[in-house]
Nanobody
Framework: QVQLVESGGGLVQAGGSLRLSCAAS????????MGWFRQAPGKEREFVAA????????RYADSVKGRFFISRDNAKNTVYLQMNSLKPEDTAVYYC?????????????????WGKGTLVTVSS
């Protein structure tokens, strides 16, 4: 079973950038599609981005398309989320997720493992 630990969150001014990292333990990282979700206070968890097992396909929520970029390095058991042109509405706890199905990742219903989250705060 895979365990996930996020890092890289923090406080940033609107228009700035952050890169989140998700480190996976275990021997099965390369068997999972990976994704990022976020949750703001009082709101439902929201899909952000997903990447296929090989890294050959990606998917993004409309709200972040063109600003956020997901990537993975299977040799390092790590997935990244590069966040550019950040807006105050991007403020949330960001969670890393592993799913055996890239296709269903956006729904969040078949996730096999979740990280504990890392807080991103974007100031006006």
């Amino acid at each position: 079973q895979v365990q996930l630990v996020e890092s890289g969150g923090g406080l940033v001014q609107a228009g700035g950038s952050l890169r989140l990292s998700c480190a996976a333990s275990g021997r099965t990282f390369s068997s999972y599609a990976m994704g990022w979700f976020r949750q703001a206070p009082g709101k439902e968890r929201e899909f952000v981005a997903a990447i296929s097992v090989s890294g050959g396909a990606t998917r993004y929520a409309d709200s972040v398309k063109g600003r956020f970029f997901i990537s993975r390095d299977n040799a390092k058991n790590t997935v990244y989320l590069q966040m550019n042109s950040l807006k105050p509405e991007d403020t949330a706890v960001y969670y890393c997720a592993a799913d055996s199905s890239y296709f269903s990742m956006r729904y969040g219903s078949s996730v096999d493992a979740w990280g504990k989250g890392t807080l991103v705060t974007v100031s006006s």
